[in-house]
Nanobody, 113 residues
């Protein structure tokens, strides 16, 4: 199993980023997927989740209305569109294959002017 995140970087407050997580080694469309994040000195927290078919999503209150999780089962990829970014969104973002219990290596997102 391999989960490879990409798309992180440095962005100004109010900006946008789109994270991608390419999955391999398992039947992607059979499993729900999630994005988590971990800021320095803080515990890892759930950001968003999506069911295996993509029909249902859930979000942390802190990102509702700003972030959108989606997936393309034909490409074995899950995305996190992040808009109206705030400095408090700064963290390492991880892709997580729920049920299977596998994590990606993470991608750094820094929101700063």
């Amino acid at each position: 199993v391999q989960l490879v995140e990409s798309g992180g970087g440095l962005v100004q407050p109010g900006g946008s980023l789109r994270l991608s997580c390419a999955a391999s080694g398992f039947t992607f469309n059979r499993y729900p997927m999630s994005w988590y994040r971990q800021a320095p000195g803080k515990e890892r927290e759930l950001v968003a989740g999506i069911t295996r078919g993509g029909g249902t999503t859930n979000y942390a209150d802190s990102v509702k209305g700003r972030f959108t999780i989606s997936r393309d089962n034909a490409k074995n990829t899950v995305y996190l569109q992040m808009n109206s970014l705030k400095p408090e969104d700064t963290a390492v973002y991880f892709c997580y294959a729920a049920v299977l219990g596998y994590w990606g290596q993470g991608t750094q997102v820094t929101v700063s002017s």
